[in-house]
């Protein structure tokens, strides 16, 4: 089977579109979907960086969406014509996965990062059947279509617009399951979310949604105007827009002042360490911080930070069960209360290299890259 892929042939070259080819069909527990959308993520972006743990060649993308054509059989729980989204690989038979616990799969970061899953590996070329590196997150779904572990595609309904579905299996389900399940928030809570992208965006969505008081910090202000939009409290982080926040010693003081007293919980997507202790001094006693962005520098935390019951932890994947989430987020989008809709900007696949610099300048929250071309309407 030949179709049209988005390959990344090294680290510093761009995308190219290229025919690719797929030698076998699904195997045991696998589906053949045609994708309709795929989101692209920051941790796509991140490849680049990866200092070669990441091989190459390789068809990233792992927010798609789209339609069963094709699965191994009964047992993947699909069907043909079935309307997925596609979210992270897990193994399925660990403690952690038997527990609830998918994104701490011991296996996450060798299915979903660093080689895939080794089963078929060899059926996945370019035209000149050259190997291509095993499936990224389960999915490589920059492409026309894509084979995936039926554990990791989410049925959803048909009705809701496809092609724009693909982030709730990642960026967005990263926000939202934040909120939700790592720390529960709840009518009257108090959140502040720390760098308003999508995975802070959708971090605020939720907590909306929940009947949190939520602050949303960012420096640029374009996105705390998006943030204001969607009931966020907009609370500047820098005097510009700067490529790095200058000393802020007031900022935790004004989060105090708008949440009398101080955030039950805080969430941070940008990795900065200034703003991680400045998140933890606007906590309340016994408050929770989570970091989702990966740190590229020690953290060095100051005194008093961590004292009166504060505590900080590591989310990956919003602690989410994806088929649980998706179908709750879906649900809250048909209710007028999760408008990520409002978030995606599409592109026609053969764009990914603008939707990539777009990405990068910030000029997007969340690029959708749409194999047939973007839709008239959005």
């Known amino acids: ?55 190459l060649p390789a068809v990233l993308g792992h927010e798609g969406a789209g339609v069963v054509v094709e699965t191994s059989g009964p047992d993947t729980g699909l069907s043909t014509g079935d309307h997925v989204v596609l979210s992270f690989d897990s193994c399925g038979h660990c403690r952690n996965c038997m527990g609830a616990a998918p994104a701490y799969c011991d296996s996450f970061p060798t299915l979903n990062l660093f080689g895939g899953r080794k089963e078929h590996a060899a059926r996945f070329t370019d035209a000149d059947g050259g190997a291509l590196a095993p499936r990224w997150f389960g999915q490589s779904s920059f492409a026309e279509y894509a084979v995936v572990p039926a554990r990791n595609a989410v049925r959803v309904d048909p009705t809701l617009p496809l092609e724009l579905l693909g982030p709730l299996g990642c960026g967005f389900l990263t926000g939202a399951g934040a909120v939700f399940h790592s720390f529960g928030v709840g009518p009257g809570d108090t959140i502040a979310v720390y760098g308003a992208g999508a995975v802070g965006l959708a971090a605020v969505m939720a907590a909306t949604a929940a009947g949190a008081v939520t602050v949303a910090v960012d420096r640029h202000r374009g996105r705390l105007a998006l943030a204001e939009r969607l009931h966020a409290i907009p609370l500047r982080a820098a005097p510009g827009d700067l490529p790095d926040p200058p000393d802020l010693p007031d900022l935790p003081d004004r989060i105090r002042q708008l949440t009398d007293g101080g955030t039950h919980y805080a969430l941070d997507t940008t990795g900065s360490p200034q703003l991680i202790n400045n998140a ?21 935390l100051e005194p008093g930070t961590l004292d009166r019951g504060r ?20 649900r809250l989008w048909q209710a007028g209360r999760f408008p990520f809709d409002q978030l995606i900007r599409t592109y026609p696949l053969t764009d990914i290299n603008q939707a990539e610099r777009d990405c990068d300048a910030g000029r997007v929250v969340k690029p959708v890259l749409i194999p047939a071309g973007p839709r008239e309407d959005t």
Do not use: N
Not at 34 to 55: E, Q, W, Y
Not at 311 to 330: F, K
């Open 280 to 300: 933890l001094r606007a906590l309340r006693p016994t408050g929770h911080l989570g970091l989702v962005a990966r740190l590229h520098t020690p953290l060095p």
């Open 1 to 55: 089977m030949r179709f049209a892929a988005a390959v990344l042939r090294s680290y510093e070259s761009p995308f190219t579109l290229e025919e690719v080819m797929l030698h076998a069909g699904p195997g045991d527990g696998e589906v053949l979907v045609k994708i309709a959308g795929c989101g692209m993520c920051r941790t796509d972006l991140a490849v680049r960086h990866s200092a070669g743990r990441s091989p």
């Open 311 to 330: 505590r900080i932890s590591h989310i990956c994947e919003g602690d989410a069960v994806p088929g649980l989430l998706i179908p709750r987020l879906t």
